[in-house]
Antibody
Framework: QLQLQESGPGLVKPSETLSLTCTVS??????????WGWLRQPPGKGLEWIAS???????YYNASLRSRVTISQDTSRNEFSLDLRSVAAADTAVYYC???????????????WGQGTLVTVSS | QSALTQPASVSGSPGQSITISCTGT?????????VSWYQQHPSKAPKLMIY???KRPSGVSDRFSGSKSGNTASLTISGLQAEDEADYYC???????????FGTGTKVTVL
């Protein structure tokens, strides 16, 4: 059974870097059938896609966050990670990792999600 | 890139059918057959309910159905049940550069 689990600090200071890891079990992130990605949801607000990575190592970023975000993968650990630099209070959110179903090379839907982790940006 | 437009709330009585609309543009909803819908209960992760406009993942009740016409996608819940009370989000793939645009979200209330 596929499971995704986010891990990382729950509190980050303003201007520092938010780093999260998603550990995948029940599937391989080296599969060509899927992308893997990060999304977030500020308290009481809607969902926002942040970034995705393909097994080949190709990366894709939300244009509004591109200058501050890096997504990477460690296939030996079956994990992928997110770094968000220079955080501010507006980055406070529940961060989710997810598997992205791929059809004809397009990632078309987020078909399995981690439980999410709340990250608060505060001094 | 603006969020897709959804009604803030929709309600219905048990057994009724409701429809949630999701309006975008020719660059997102109208461009690809890649609209998906997510159900989110309070403090829970979203769950995929519909993908590729109208396909249902294994295990999702056939009371949920998706459709699309032009730049507007719709999610219909038939035979409304108490457990359907949740927030629902649409999402559209918008091509390289933008990639994914989410809807504003709709709160479904079962009266």
């Amino acid at each position: 059974q596929l499971q995704l689990q986010e891990s990382g600090p729950g509190l980050v200071k303003p201007s520092e870097t938010l780093s999260l890891t998603c550990t995948v079990s029940g599937d391989s992130i080296s599969s060509s059938s899927y992308y893997w990605g990060w999304l977030r949801q500020p308290p009481g607000k809607g969902l926002e896609w942040i970034a995705s990575i393909y097994y080949s190592g190709s990366t894709y970023y939300n244009a509004s966050l591109r200058s501050r975000v890096t997504i990477s993968q460690d296939t030996s650990r079956n994990e992928f990670s997110l770094d968000l630099r220079s955080v501010a209070a507006a980055d406070t959110a529940v961060y989710y990792c997810a598997r992205i179903h791929s059809v004809h090379g397009y990632g078309d839907s987020f078909d399995c999600w981690g439980q999410g982790t709340l990250v608060t940006v505060s001094s | 890139q603006s969020a897709l437009t959804q009604p803030a709330s929709v309600s219905g009585s048990p057994g009724q059918s409701i429809t949630i609309s999701c309006t975008g543009t020719s660059s997102d909803v109208g461009s690809y057959n890649f609209v998906s819908w997510y159900q989110q209960h309070p403090s829970k992760a979203p769950k995929l309910m519909i993908y590729e406009d109208r396909k249902r993942p294994s295990g999702v009740s056939d009371r949920f159905s998706g459709s699309k016409s032009g730049n507007t996608a719709s999610l219909t819940i038939s035979g409304l049940q108490a457990e359907d009370e949740a927030d629902y989000y649409c999402c559209a793939y918008a091509g390289s550069g933008i990639f994914y645009v989410f809807g504003t979200g709709t709160k479904v209330t079962v009266l």
